[in-house]
């Protein structure tokens, strides 16, 4: 699998999106009662729908560049053909559909939409592309259900012919296409007072900033944007000789008091850009000729300061044949004026073509957030520059709602997502159809008090949401004995709250039997601040993420959601039944409310080792680091602290020994000074101190594998090798492959005689690509000879170049594929997967910004394709020295949300995402990492490590049904057996694909309730 690009990704389209999906959705057809803008071209001009076919059966005026296409019936989005392509995954390969020629107006801004889908027939590696020649957008993750790509854009300032081109590049997949839709538009953006901002800018305090690579619906169109005649791709500008973009970068209400350019640039044969600033737009002045390379700054004069307007003029100049791409254009301002905190939007809006002489302004801050819809909607028109008068009326769902005259406020609907509204007018028709990021969902939760309420663990709830209207008589919770369960308290207080603190009491149940206070946790849930969104399904906002103790009393805003995450976890001993207690909520000016709190415990208990093999990297040295500690004793006390964290998660660290490594003892040879007799040879392997650590792994901590580090064997990913040596022999010689031998058959034995062996694996490539294929099959076969009984993963897909060498496959969800799985687990071989920067947005990931059910239902999307575990690369991932180049300074995880690639982007920090690998983060006393002494606090949680954990002890549950129903079967009846049986299936509620899952706890927790009762019902048998 081809790699590279992955590193790059960033954000993929602008989905769709409701309670039960994330980005992918079955389409369903449009209402005739809704109001409807016609697209551009109709039906029999651009046969968009492909309906009318040829006489060889071609859609009328589109063909096809491959003969590796077609056209499929009866199972389109839309009607009753689609067009396909399918390719062999090969470099440079590039299958596309052109549709006849068209024109389009000069600098005018359009919405393509296109329903696209991909057959889980290939491997990955490329993508799919839509656009045109001159806008084109590569389109990773493409779910198997049908989905619609929508990308607003504006053309180039010159006249040119366009044609629509949808295909693929560098992929074995199958893809497919339907109902290719052109609109006019119009982008409105979010407006803060009279300061005015779009998607990729933001304003914190008075430091401005922009960049293209933080613009999610991968569009050409930016708020500062006032010429271009260069093409654009996914999210690059692309220069040839003679093109250029003209900006006029302003803040209303402020002035620039300094400002730099950054660039990214990436040449294609002799080309370089030329960056030019006017104050004017009329003067131009050069700043700079820049080549290839990553973070060139240039900097006005210092005499253009304080300055309320900077122009910028980019112009590519090429030799023939060669061309230039802004990888990233950033722009980075001190501004003076009104100190502000406001994250830039852009909403397109559908419209009909607007008559030559009139301009349309919309003023829409109810389309930005649900907390903006009393401000709802206005319009302005203008003629020739002079406003007009008359009346607007707003359509929601077809009907009339509101009216007003332009130039003043309409009121939108507040119960709507605003998923279908209509502006209407003298010469003027709009229409919004784009439903808000699940983020801003406020359907859950049950009021307590008229500033309490309270919900599932499996909520992120947004600072500034308004109480539920639900009622509810008490927090509750349901959970087995030996099992961790959560539920959230929120205090939204109507004045401001000083030292506000949750307690406890303990829990009393029926005949006396008890749940003390000690055996739950109440903590407090903390916000960071989501600057760059990993996908385009989350805004830039405060997320809740970590769950730091309370330490002291809290201060709490009027009007502002604190939550706090109250956890408890019985004992084995506990007794099945209802407990009840109370919470208690104080604050200073005698603030005291009592809140009943009540646990259900079922009547069965989880065991200490789950069923579900996990392993994750955790970077001891960076937890040491950040605490500030330096002997061994602290540093033990440190490192046991991640370790118990881990555990309690049911998560095991790749290494359950990492300040105890066994200790390998090569003879003291080399290729100047080889040994008389290799057979003499011998390797000496220290295993004291290491087997104390690992034991204790396995028995305290209950962790359920082991990875055994290699010496000799070389390593790698797909981005480099080392080649394998042992005290300077290769791997061809007598020397090493003796040694190498006597080491590994030591390795199996001893893992064999403490009992380890079915846990350890061996993991010493990662993300091969097809070209390493050959040295990491070399490899396995080296080690399976003399260790055939340790495992041997891969974390790559399934591929017929390297089968005979890992028995433990790993791939990706989005490279998941069930035939393989199964045809390699019939030979004995065992499966997991793994997660990391990717997949993103429409699978579950590990990102703060996606709802926090994702983790949770992963689990049961592995239980439902029986993978026995999974692998995430890295728990603690707080700082990158690509993002955080300075030693002295690193990255304070609280404040800066976003992991920073390093490794393999020349020195420039591209985003992963945010929160990928960091699920635990250091104490908040020493979050900069520049502690002032030794800390010795445990690691905080966090709500995705919470999730994880949940959705771990749910595929518990259904493990233990499983051995319960095979365990009690002769003790069944038919009716009890099928029920059971049913019961081990993961239903359509929580996951009907890999792309297509529940984002409300409610179908987990209620599948998980009939599960307990299953369990408790054969407790009785």
């Not at 995954?89 to 696209?116: C, H, I, N, R």
């Not at 100190?339 to 829409?364: C, H, N, Q, Y």
């Not at 004793?633 to 290494?655: E, G, I, N, Q």
């Not at 290491?690 to 990913?717: A, C, K």
Request: net charge negative.
């Amino acid at each position: 699998m081809n790699k590279l690009f992955l590193l790059c990704l960033g954000i993929i389209s602008v989905p769709f999106s409701g309670w039960f999906c994330c980005g992918a959705h079955e389409i369903p057809p449009v209402s005739e009662d809704l109001p409807f803008i016609e697209p551009l071209f109709p039906e029999e001009h651009l046969n968009g729908s492909f309906e009318m076919l040829d006489g060889s059966g071609v859609p009328q005026g589109w063909h096809l560049e491959s003969p590796r296409g077609g056209v499929l019936q009866d199972s389109a989005s839309n009607g009753k053909n689609s067009i396909w392509t399918e390719g062999t995954g090969s470099a440079e390969e590039m299958l596309a559909w052109f549709s006849p020629f068209f024109s389009l107006k000069p600098g005018t801004q359009y919405l393509l939409e296109v329903d696209a889908r991909r057959d889980s027939l290939g491997k990955g590696g490329g993508s799919a592309f839509v656009g045109t020649e001159k806008y084109n957008v590569d389109v990773f993750y493409l779910p198997e259900v049908w989905k619609t790509l929508r990308y607003g854009f504006c053309t180039p300032y010159q006249e040119q012919e366009y044609r629509y081109r949808v295909g693929q590049w560098q992929d074995d997949s199958r893809f497919h296409f339907d109902n290719i839709k052109l609109y006019r538009a119009m982008p409105v953006y979010a407006r803060f007072g009279k300061v005015e901002l779009g998607e990729g800018e933001r304003i914190r305090g008075n430091d401005y900033f922009f960049s293209t690579t933080q613009v999610p619906g991968r569009s050409n169109v930016y708020r500062f944007s006032r010429e271009f005649t260069n093409h654009f791709n996914t999210d690059r500008l692309l220069f040839f000789d003679g093109s250029y973009a003209i900006f006029e970068h302003q803040v209303e209400e402020h002035l620039f008091d300094d400002l730099t350019l950054l660039f990214w640039n990436r040449c294609f044969g002799d080309s370089s850009l030329k960056v030019e600033v006017s104050r004017s737009g009329q003067e131009w002045q050069e700043l700079g000729i820049l080549k290839e390379g990553a973070r060139q700054t240039l900097t006005p004069p210092s005499d253009f300061f304080p300055l309320k307007t900077l122009w910028v003029r980019l112009s590519g100049i090429t030799a023939t044949e060669s061309s230039l791409q802004i990888l990233e254009y950033r722009v980075e301002a001190k501004l003076a004026g009104r100190a502000m905190t406001a994250f830039g939007s852009t909403r397109w809006l559908k419209m009909a073509e607007p008559e030559a002489d009139l301009d349309i302004e919309v003023d829409a801050p109810a389309l930005q957030s649900p907390e903006r819809f009393k401000e709802g909607i206005t319009v302005r028109t203008f003629r020739n520059g002079a406003p007009l008068t008359g009346d607007v009326v707003l359509k929601a769902d077809g009907k009339e709602f509101s009216k007003a005259p332009l130039g003043a406020a309409l009121a939108v609907p507040i119960e709507t997502s605003l998923d279908g509204l209509a502006l209407e007018s003298d010469g003027i028709r709009l229409y919004y159809d784009s439903p808000f990021p699940e983020y801003f969902t406020a359907t859950y939760g049950e009021q307590l008090d008229s500033d309490l309420w309270w919900t599932s663990s499996g909520w992120k709830i947004r600072k500034n949401r308004p109480l539920p209207s639900a009622r509810g008589a008490a927090v509750r919770i349901e959970t087995a004995r030996n099992e961790a369960e959560a539920a959230q308290l929120v205090l939204l207080p109507e004045k401001r709250l000083t030292n506000v603190q949750v307690s406890v009491t303990d829990l009393a149940g029926q005949d006396g039997s008890v749940i003390p206070a000690a055996a739950i946790d109440v903590l407090k849930v903390g916000y960071v601040p989501v600057l760059l969104p990993t996908d385009p399904t989350a805004p830039p906002a405060d997320w809740a993420d970590p769950l730091p103790p309370q330490k002291e009393g809290l201060s709490v805003e009027a009007g502002v959601n604190q939550p706090f995450w109250v956890r408890v976890k019985p004992g084995k001993d506990t007794a099945a039944g209802e407990y009840r207690g109370k919470l208690l909520v104080t604050a200073d000016d005698d603030y005291y409310r009592e809140v009943p709190f009540e646990v259900h415990v079922f009547d069965f208990t989880l065991p200490d080792r789950m069923t579900c093999v996990t392993s994750l990297g955790l970077d001891h040295d960076l937890a040491i680091r950040y605490h500030g500690v330096s002997t061994d004793a602290d540093r033990r006390r440190v490192v046991d602290a991640y370790l118990k964290a881990m555990a309690d998660h049911h998560l095991t660290p790749h290494d359950l020994a990492p300040l105890d490594p066994f200790r390998v003892h090569w003879p003291d040879i080399s290729p100047e000074n080889p040994p008389e007799d290799i057979k003499s040879l011998k390797v000496y392997i220290d295993w004291d101190a290491y087997d104390r650590g690992t034991e204790r792994g396995f028995n305290e901590f209950h962790f359920n594998s082991v990875r055994i580090p290699l010496q000799g064997m070389g390593w790698g990913n797909f981005h480099y090798t080392k080649e394998p040596s042992i005290c300077g022999f290769t791997e061809d010689t007598p020397v090493y492959q003796h040694l190498f031998a006597d080491y590994c058959r030591q390795l199996q034995a001893h893992f064999q005689e403490k009992g380890w062996l079915e846990d350890s694996f061996i993991y010493w490539f990662d993300e091969p690509d097809e070209k390493d294929y050959p040295f990491v099959l070399n490899g396995f076969k080296k080690f399976k000879k003399h260790a055939p009984g340790i495992g041997r993963m891969i974390t790559e897909e399934i591929a017929e170049g390297l089968y005979g060498g890992p028995d433990i496959w790993c791939p990706l969800p989005f490279l998941w594929n069930e035939k393989d799985a199964r045809a390699r687990e019939a030979l004995g071989e065992r499966i997991w997967w793994y997660v990391c920067t990717l997949p993103k947005e429409p699978y579950a990931g590990l990102f703060i910004d996606h709802p926090a059910t994702d983790f949770r239902v992963w689990l049961w999307q592995t239980w439902e394709r029986k993978i026995s575990g999974f692998l995430i690369w890295h728990t603690i991932l707080w700082n990158s020295v690509t993002g955080y180049p300075d030693p002295d300074h690193p990255q304070n995880p609280y404040e800066d949300a976003m992991a920073w690639a390093y490794g393999y982007s020349e020195n420039t920090p591209l985003p992963w995402g945010n929160g990928d690998a960091r699920f635990l983060y250091p104490p908040e006393a020493v979050a900069n990492g520049r502690p002032s002494k030794p800390n010795l606090d445990a690691p905080v949680d966090t709500i995705r490590i919470e999730m994880l954990r949940d959705g771990i002890e749910d595929y518990e549950y259904l493990a233990m049904l499983k051995r319960g129903i095979e365990n009690k079967r002769a003790y069944l009846s038919a009716e009890e057996f099928k029920t059971l049986e049913a019961l081990l299936e993961v239903p359509d509620a929580i996951s009907r694909s890999l792309e297509v899952f529940t984002k409300d706890p409610a179908p987990i927790e209620a599948r998980r309730r009939e599960l307990a009762q299953a369990l408790e019902l054969l407790e009785k048998k």
